[in-house]
């Protein structure tokens, strides 16, 4: 096979395996053999996304790979891989429970790869078309499966997300349209005016009052999906209500695609000089959700809620970074987004557990975690070490080049993203106290849980915060080179 | 392009405006399922007039799209539902007619004011279709807003759409790929909305929004 031959059916594998998956998900009864099966899936597309380092195809009018997305495909896929593996085990639990029951369990793996294939297609899209598709799709998987355990809340949270992730996708769309509109007279008609790479190139020459009002659109329709403040109010519920394995999945990979959409605006806005500076906008947006989030943490009784407010607030701090702009904003952006992916799945993957051996998600019902399930307190302690932003773990770096960069160029910001950061981190360590410590509260059975995934990230953003080999340095400031 | 071409189109997409507004006062749910099957079939009708000047043969396909889906297919479906839910006699508002009404003038006259100032250099057809959607956009959304009833909040997003598919076939040349998936995103939508209503009424009875109010937030 020659080098090309492989390029391209890596990109194939991102997107064929997990729709083929889907489909074989969709009809086979076995919950065991379909958990499995899912696990495989995972791992195969990890592979493929892999394979993308070592060479890619060549952009064509539907799909491109380039080091910016080939950078998020690769944190999309691994995350995916490790969740579906703490997805099998928490499954399995549920089942016991009668929580699910297997038809829904084969409708749950199924969704989970067609999640995965929408995306990674949001991910791989040339076309800014195919890409508000895929994200429509990622949308309407996502609210089937908060809805899944079809309680009151279940279906309240969904029915929420819905309605609101709708308006937001709507809003996402016109902005679209007038990307195209304004791409029209310089590009001409058809498919090249929505296709990104063209749309890049000849940006200049758009009508900047235009793009200004697209960007708007797309801030609002985009932003909503990221999760950010003032737009933030269906993630708590649909984090809260749905299976534990998609809040990690929503927290760590769908907000970050949602972001990689704007992104890919922001780019084409900074390719017109006469456009207006999207870096402010999202600067605004980004510190709102930063302190509003921070101050939500502190009222939490839901353990799942809490760390929803703790994804605000991170997603918060990543479009801050990428609204300042510049390398080395724009680097710790990057880090920054990585890290929190990989901790907070992890945290999810201890929560989820959790509260499967507690039987509630109410903070105060659980206590003393180390001293019932040791290797669960203490894994779930150290990932609120983390996100919490402490030394010597990979988000106190990413903070750090966050705030360091910022009080070199606008001082006052600076101050008011310390602020944030550090209200949130005392709102985290005030229940982190109550959860881990202290008198045992609740049942105390042995957890039957898969350790593994979460040490393993845990185990990257504690390497990441020591050590980052210079070649990942040097593939990140390549990345945050191109977002300008 | 001819005047009585633009004229036509113009006659249109004003009257889809129109009828966002007819909506947003209907206190039935009957009479509003129909009068967004009218909104539909406007849209039907506005597209392929696109179709037919726009010399886009592939537009005649959104708008068989809309008249059998929009117009037909979805008001049936939600008629039969709201009878065997034994909701069709009343509707709830949020928000009384008279503020609602004043609210959606202000949207329209922003959506104009917004999109003819920032469209100068568009051709002119475009620009104004680009208006109207934009205003079909907002008063669709208001009308989610003022409604507490879920079937009338659905409408309310459908006639969003409307506006959408409106601005979508009015930028000249648009790729098929997005009318296609405009439409065919609806239906999931609607599938969706139809599990959902089904679920809602087998757990609480009612599909008044404001029952699943009382589940949100924190567990105390």
């Not at chain 1, 105060?364 to 030394?391: E, F, K, Q, Y």
Request: aromatic letters at 10%; hydrophobic letters at 60%; proline letters at 4%.
């Amino acid at each position: 096979m020659t080098f090309d031959a492989v390029a391209s059916n890596g990109l194939a594998g991102v997107l064929a395996i997990p729709a083929v998956a889907a489909a074989l998900l969709a009809v086979l009864p076995d919950y065991r053999a379909t958990a499995r099966l899912n696990v495989l899936a995972a791992t195969l597309t990890l592979i493929c996304a892999l394979s993308l380092f070592f060479g890619r195809p060549p952009p064509n009018s539907y799909l491109l790979v380039d080091d910016l997305n080939g950078t998020f495909i690769a944190l999309t896929t691994f995350v995916g891989f490790t969740t579906s593996i703490f997805s099998a085990s928490y499954i399995a639990h549920e089942l016991e429970t009668g929580r699910l029951t297997p038809p829904f369990v084969r409708f749950y793996h199924a969704m989970y790869q067609v999640l995965m294939f929408a995306m990674n297609l949001a991910l791989v899209a040339n076309n800014i078309g195919l890409m508000w598709v895929a994200i429509e799709l990622a949308t309407l998987t996502t609210v089937l499966m908060v809805g899944i355990y079809r309680t009151h809340e279940a279906l309240e949270a969904a029915w929420k997300y819905f309605i609101l992730g709708s308006v937001g996708i709507a809003l996402a769309l016109f902005g679209t349209i007038l990307v195209y509109m304004a791409a029209r007279p310089v590009i001409g008609e058809g498919l090249d005016a929505m296709e990104w790479t063209v749309l890049v190139s000849r940006a200049g020459a758009f009508d900047p009052a235009l793009l200004d009002l697209a960007f708007v659109f797309l801030l609002l329709g985009y932003g909503t999906k990221v999760g950010l403040a003032p737009l933030h109010a269906w993630l708590p519920d649909a984090h809260a209500e749905g299976p534990t394995p998609i809040s990690a999945v929503l927290s760590g990979l769908l907000l970050n695609v949602a972001l990689y959409a704007l992104l890919r605006f922001k780019i084409l806005l900074a390719a017109n000089a006469a456009a207006l500076a999207p870096g402010p906008l999202m600067v605004t947006l980004g510190l709102l959700s930063l302190v509003f989030a921070a101050f939500m943490l502190y009222r939490r009784r839901d353990i799942k809620r809490l760390f929803a407010y703790s994804s605000i607030e991170h997603m918060g701090i990543i479009a801050f970074a990428f609204g300042m702009g510049g390398p080395i904003a724009n680097f710790a952006g990057l880090l920054h987004m990585t890290m929190h992916s990989l901790t907070k799945s992890a945290i999810f993957f201890a929560v989820g557990h959790v509260a499967q051996v507690k039987g509630t998600q109410r903070i105060a019902d659980m206590g003393g975690l180390t001293a019932t399930h040791p290797v669960l307190g203490w894994g779930l302690i150290l990932g609120i070490i983390a996100i919490a932003g402490l030394p010597p773990l990979g988000i106190f770096m990413s903070e750090f080049l966050v705030v360091t960069s910022t009080f070199a160029r606008a001082p006052l910001l600076a101050i008011i993203l310390v602020f944030g950061i550090l209200v949130a981190l005392a709102g985290l360590f005030l229940r982190l106290n109550g959860i881990a410590f202290g008198e045992p509260r609740g049942p105390s059975a042995k957890a039957q849980a898969s350790y593994v995934p979460m040490f393993a990230h845990l185990a990257i953003v504690l390497v990441a915060g020591i050590y980052i080999p210079p070649a990942l340095v040097a593939w990140f400031q390549n990345v945050a080179r191109l977002l300008g | 392009m001819s005047g009585i071409d633009f004229d036509i189109a113009h006659l249109l997409a004003g009257s889809l405006v129109l009828i966002s507004f007819l909506e947003l006062y209907q206190d039935r749910l009957y009479s509003l399922l129909n009068i967004y099957a009218l909104h539909a079939l406007v849209l039907a009708a506005s597209v392929a007039w696109q179709a037919l000047i726009q010399d886009a043969p592939h537009l005649y396909v959104t708008a068989g799209i809309a008249l059998v889906f929009k117009a037909i297919v979805i008001p049936v479906a939600l008629h039969r539902i709201i009878v065997r839910l034994g909701i069709h006699r009343e509707i709830e508002k949020a928000v009384g007619v008279g503020p609602a009404m004043l609210a959606g003038i202000g949207l329209v006259a922003l959506s104009m004011v917004v999109m003819l100032r920032v469209t100068q250099d568009a051709d002119p057809l475009a620009r104004e279709d680009l208006a109207f959607a934009l205003s079909v956009v907002l008063l669709g959304l208001l009308m989610m807003v003022t409604r507490r009833n879920a079937v009338s909040q659905v409408v309310g997003f459908m006639s969003l759409e409307n506006g959408l598919v409106l601005a979508a076939t009015g930028a000249k040349g648009m790729p098929l790929v997005v009318e296609i998936s405009v439409a065919f995103s609806i239906l999931i939508a609607f599938i969706v909305i139809g599990i959902f209503l089904f679920r809602i009424r087998e757990r609480f009875d009612t599909v008044d929004v404001r029952e699943l109010d009382r589940f949100r937030g924190e567990r105390r």
